[in-house]
């Protein structure tokens, strides 16, 4: 059984920081990119910033300089560094990872986290 846990989210004031992790853990199975995602009301949800084993990354136009993805592949983490904050940020932000079962590399599945809430407001 696949599981990606989010914790970080909150409630945080226009300039603000907060710090996102996604623990993914499955007996047999290994995590390739991992990645955040994001929705808020009313609209579609939306790639912020993805990783790779290796430690390539790609952002969103909107987050580039102010936010900072990074794993930990020993413990199958990813997190997410957001600085700068702004109302328009606020979301929820899921965690995505692409699985694959380690016997069977060529074949991988997306997983998503439960989502956590980030509100900025003052």
């Known amino acids: 059984q696949v599981q990606l846990v989010e914790s970080g989210g909150g409630l945080v004031q226009p300039g603000g920081s907060l710090r996102l992790s996604c623990a993914a853990s499955g007996s047999g199975y290994s995590f390739a990119a991992m990645g955040w995602y994001r929705q808020a009301p009313g609209k579609q949800r939306e790639l912020v910033a993805s990783?790779?084993?290796?430690?390539?990354?790609n952002y969103a136009d909107s987050v580039k300089g102010r936010f900072t993805i990074s794993r930990d592949n020993a413990k199958n983490a990813v997190y997410l560094q957001m600085n700068s904050l702004t109302p328009e940020d606020t979301a929820v932000y899921y965690c995505n990872a692409d699985v694959y079962v380690t016997m069977a590399p060529s074949i991988r599945h997306p997983y998503w986290g439960q989502g956590t809430q980030v509100t900025v407001s003052s």
């Open positions: 990783i790779t084993t290796g430690g390539s990354t």
